[in-house]
Nanobody, 126 residues
Framework: QVQLVEFGGGSVQAGGSLRLSCVAS????????MGWFRRAPGKDREFVAA????????LYADPVKGRFTISRDNAKNTLYLEMNTLKTEDTAVYHC???????????????????WGQGTQVTVSS
């Protein structure tokens, strides 16, 4: 069974940090770029960050640039999102996803992603 499972969500005050993890089972990260997306209450799901295979290139949405860092450990089939200086507007359900392509050009296109995790809630309070 193909599965992506996110860990590490929680509640934090503004200015704080969280680290999300995404573990794959039943599939391999090989030859696939990986991405993080989020859905805030009442909003559409939006692109957050992406990383190429095997990990040499990254791409970030403007609202998170300089605060979030995406990384991957291919040996462990695990994707990470380090989130620093969190803001209340970062409150959302965060999803990881596996892309068809190995590269990250066009990573914001959600239709290019094959598998999605169920998400983990991140709540940032003021």
């Amino acid at each position: 069974q193909v599965q992506l499972v996110e860990f590490g969500g929680g509640s934090v005050q503004a200015g704080g940090s969280l680290r999300l993890s995404c573990v794959a089972s039943g599939l391999t990260f090989s030859n696939s770029a990986m991405g993080w997306f989020r859905r805030a209450p009442g909003k559409d799901r939006e692109f957050v960050a992406a990383i190429s295979w095997p990990g040499g290139s990254t791409l970030y949405a403007d609202p998170v640039k300089g605060r979030f860092t995406i990384s991957r450990d291919n040996a462990k089939n695990t994707l990470y999102l380090e989130m620093n200086t969190l803001k209340t507007e970062d409150t959302a359900v965060y999803h990881c996803a596996q892309r068809r392509q190995a590269y990250i050009r066009g990573s914001a296109h959600q239709e290019d992603y094959l598998y999605w995790g169920q998400g983990t809630q991140v709540t940032v309070s003021s």
